[in-house]
C-alpha cells in the first residue's frame, strides 16, 4: 500500500513538473512573439507621403496642361460656328468651315477621351509602384526591428457613403485590434520620403 501510495505520488509530482515545464514553454514562446508584430497604416502613406503630393503636383500641372489644350480647340470650334453663320449655306466656303468645324469637335472629343484613359492608367501605374514600394520597405524596416510579422492598420470611416461602402469595408477590413503591436508607419514613410 505504501509503495503505492509513493509510486502515486511520484506521478503526481512528475505531472506536475511537466505541467509547469509546458507553462513555462508557452510563455517563452508568447513573450517570444510578444511586441513583433508590426502595423503599418497604408492609407496614411498614401495621403500624407511626399511621394503622393509630389505626383498630385505633377499630374495638377499635366491636367492643366491639357485643359489649356481642350479650351483652345473649343475656342476654335466656336470661331468656326460664328463665321459658318455668317457665310451662305451650301457655299463652297461655307462646306469648308463646316467640315473644319466638325473636325475640330471630332478632335476635341477624342483628346477628351484620351485623356481621361491616360489619367487612369498613369494613377494606377503610380499606385501599383507605390504600393510596391511600400511592401519592400516594410519588409526593410521589419526586418531591422526584428518584427516577426506586419499587418495593415486600415482606419475605418463611418458613417459610409453608400450602403456599398458599408459592405465593402466589413468584408476588407480584417484587422479589427493592434493593441500591443509596433506602428512603422512612420518610418516606412520617413525612408520612402527619403529615398525619392
Known sequence: MKSKIIVLTG???ILGLLAGYQH???ESASSDTEG???VVDIRRIFEEGRR???YQQQTMSEREQVIQKLENLDREIGQLESRGQTLRPGSDEHL???RQMMEKQGQLEALKQ???QESALKDQRWTENIYRDILAVTEEVAAAKGLVMVVEQG???L???NPNELMLTIRTHKILSTGGCIDITSEVMERMDTDL
Do not use: W
Open 114 to 116: 484620351f485623356h481621361e
Open 24 to 26: 513555462s514553454m508557452a
Open 159 to 161: 458613417p459610409a457613403a
Open 36 to 38: 513583433r508584430i508590426g
Open 11 to 13: 506521478l503526481i509530482v
Open 52 to 54: 503622393t503630393a509630389d
Open 96 to 98: 469648308d468651315t463646316l
Open 155 to 157: 482606419r475605418v470611416e
